[in-house]
């Protein structure tokens, strides 16, 4: 906020979070590779992968500064 000086940061001991926030973070990845000699000099090869990831959050909305008190 305009013409509000910005207070000390918080004790960095304390967290500010809401014991009911939840994040939850799955991650997956696949990839193959396949490779045929035809000959002596000539190689056929193919790569193929992919990845997917899904995130469930609930978060209260993030602290604002509101006056000089914080």
């Known amino acids: 906020v305009a013409g509000i000086d910005v207070p000390a940061a918080p004790d960095g001991h304390r ?31 193919a790569h193929v992968g992919g990845g997917r990831t899904r995130v469930a959050r609930v978060f209260a909305i993030t602290p604002t500064i509101i006056n000089e008190a914080g």
């Open 15 to 45: 967290n500010i979070s809401q014991p009911w926030e939840s994040s939850e973070i799955h991650d997956g990845a696949t990839l193959a590779r396949v490779a045929y000699d035809v000959d002596e000099n000539t190689q056929v090869f």
